[in-house]
């Protein structure tokens, strides 16, 4: 579970075939201290398993599947990728609830910067839009960020400087493929809506979306 915080700019030193998938080295700092082979990572957004770590570099595996869902295979030499380690029981919590498990791949529409940060646009999917929503959560590349507006072709963003100063959005270029993750709590309220047509699921259905539509959810 990671929070979507980025913790430090690693920059790819090369990737490599490995099985069915790629074999990608990360040099890096921050996210090495206190890690072990086996832990988690989360690059652009993408949950990783550490499986050797070098002087001031990690190696991670990505399968043939992360690589076909996730930008990682498009990454080579010199690309600059987001980190961030995954949560301790003790950490503090400041964005939402990051899985790490990219729902698919979108894509950058527009950037307009003014003084005060950078207003994006993302387009995306049917798959995924479902479960964005004005003001709701959204990791882009890993990164929790809130989403502005939202329609059927995708959503807008706006990024203080803050962000766009300790993230690779200020790499972003229009036409640019980014990870997307969902909030978690969209697709476990798909779930309970959904029920299984009982009779009894069908009244606390009913009590659920009365309880969603009071409080603007719906």
Excluded at 97 to 104: A, K, R, S
Excluded at 146 to 151: G, L, N, S
Aim: aromatic share 6%.
């Amino acid at each position: 579970m990671f929070t979507g915080l980025i913790e430090e700019i690693g920059s790819v030193t090369g990737t490599r075939p490995s099985g069915d998938g790629r074999l990608i080295d990360v040099r890096c700092s921050t996210v090495l201290e206190g890690t072990a082979v086996g832990d988690s990572i989360s690059i652009n957004g993408t949950c990783q398993t550490v499986t050797e770590i070098g002087s001031g570099r990690f190696t991670v595996f990505a399968s043939s599947v992360t690589l076909s869902v996730t930008t990682l295979g498009s990454l080579g030499a010199g690309a600059r990728v987001n980190l961030e380690r995954a949560m301790s029981p003790n950490s503090r919590f400041g964005g939402h609830f990051v899985q790490g498990h990219v729902d698919g791949k979108g894509v950058i529409r527009s950037l307009t910067r003014d003084s005060r940060g950078c207003s994006i646009s993302v387009a995306a999917g049917g798959a995924i839009m479902k479960y964005v929503v004005a003001k709701g959560s959204v990791a882009v590349d890993g990164i929790s960020l809130t989403v502005v507006e939202a329609d059927e072709g995708g959503f807008s963003l706006y990024v203080i400087p803050e962000t766009l100063d300790k993230t690779i959005i200020g790499g972003w270029t229009a036409g640019a493929e980014v990870n997307i993750e969902a909030d978690i709590l969209a697709k476990y309220v798909e779930k309970m809506l959904a029920g299984n047509g009982r009779a009894d699921d069908r009244v606390r259905d009913g009590e659920l979306k009365r309880k969603l539509a009071e409080e603007g959810f719906i």
